[in-house]
């Protein structure tokens, strides 16, 4: 069992940055390839970046060169550093515990609760 708990999220203007946090506990955090995804009003839940145990990275297309994904084992905590954001970033941001590899997240089965990051002047 693993339990993932967000933070960071709120109002942002236009050009502005947050930091989301996701601490999990429960089971040995370093295992595991961590993940972000976001689901904005009447749309699917989709992908944002992942992780891998030892570091590896990669992003959906719409956050290349805007967000940055890393981890903390030590203190079993993944980030997600979100610049130059924009409206269409608006949503509720989830984190997820998964696999990781040929270059790729795969989605696992635990999930946070969310926290909302609203981009609007």
């Known amino acids: 069992q693993v339990q993932l708990v967000e933070s960071g999220g709120g109002l942002v203007q236009p050009g502005g940055s947050l930091r989301l946090s996701c601490a999990a506990s429960g089971s040995i955090f370093s295992i595991y390839a961590m993940g972000w995804y976001r689901q904005a009003p009447g749309k699917q839940r989709e992908f944002v970046a992942g992780i891998s145990r030892v570091g590896s990275t990669n992003y959906a297309d719409s956050v290349k060169g805007r967000f940055t994904i890393s981890r903390d084992n030590a203190k079993n905590t993944v980030y997600l550093q979100m610049n130059s954001l924009q409206p269409e970033d608006t949503a509720v941001y989830y984190c997820?515990?998964?696999?990781?590899?040929?270059?790729?997240?795969?989605?696992?089965?635990?999930w946070g609760q969310g926290t909302q990051v609203t981009v609007s002047s």
């Open positions: 997820n515990s998964g696999s990781y590899y040929s270059g790729s997240y795969y989605t696992g089965n635990y």
